[in-house]
């Protein structure tokens, strides 16, 4: 009898010992994680007056985009949001944001159209040959002129005095000095056209007055990129994000468009089990008692304290999001699918996770 009971218990023996080194179970990293869209583009205000908007793309972890829109002491710059956006909930890539409008910009677009009209009237008065009327049309701007250089000398004097007393900046000086030079060329130009119909036409005077042209009509082109570039566009297609600021923050959101074509969900796990994830591996993501595919996406190779304990970032993509109920900033359940192990090793693992916490 006794031989007996000894033969089960070896026969049971050698099936627990080929069961502990030979069977293998599903094993699994589980943890919370918050929901993010693949990318986002925000707008801000700063306390200063300036405009930033970034784009951030949360897949590669990087800020793909940050622009910094500052404006000239003493220009009045006019900022006017889409009304449309107020009412929509998606943006489309292109969309008009918002309208910026500088005073100085279009007042400068406005001034060297004019001085471009008034080369062309002078190529035409070169081409043409004299007048009664072009000499005394000539002569009247030669006038002009010389009172405009006479009102910008004083200013420019007024303006020299407040800046050796600091009292004006270095940039308002410059734009002074570059303004009354600006209006000392104005009046050799007049005298230049004045003397040159009295005298008649001249080759190198009508070259010289093509290629002002042409300088003029480049610094027009110039001038009106740089007032549609102050249109601010949606660089990504998305949804508008909206969320109440209940805190006074440095920078003030205007908008925020989120990607949700695809969605990542940030796992923070134990440095220690990371060993056992890799990219591409099948995860199950548990929300409003949901259970949505998805895959791991990458592995972060930094630490981080979370709750005082070590933790190592895993992004988690779900491709089909439409129909998952999920929203960015959502806390949900994720369940790491990870290789099969032994009952030895299995046993290990999770004496090493009870061991950690």
Known sequence: MKKYFLGISLVLLAVVLLVFFLAELPYSVRGKGVVGPLKEWGLYTASDGTLMNKLQDNASGGLKEYRVMEFQRGDVVSFFFNDRLETSKVVSRGDTIAWLISNDLRMRLVETRGELAHQESLLQVYLTGEKPEAVQKALDEVELARQELITQERITERISHLYEQDLVSTQEYELALNDLEVRRYALEIALSNYETIIAGE??????????????????VEQLQKHIDDMNILSPISGSILRKRNLEHTENEEVIRVADLSSLLVFVPVD????????????????????????????????VQLINNRPRIFVSVVIDNSDETGLIPNMVVDAKIITQTVS?????????????QN
């Open 202 to 219: 001249k080759e190198e005077e009508i070259g010289a007055v093509r290629a002002r042209i042409e300088s003029l009509e480049k610094q």
């Open 343 to 355: 009952v030895k090793e299995y046993i290990s693992r999770i004496s090493r996770v009870a061991y």
């Open 271 to 302: 440095v220690h089990e990371t060993e056992y994830i890799h990219p591409g591996q099948e995860v199950i993501i548990s929300s409003l008692n949901k259970k949505i595919n998805a895959s791991v996406h990458s592995i972060d190779n930094s």
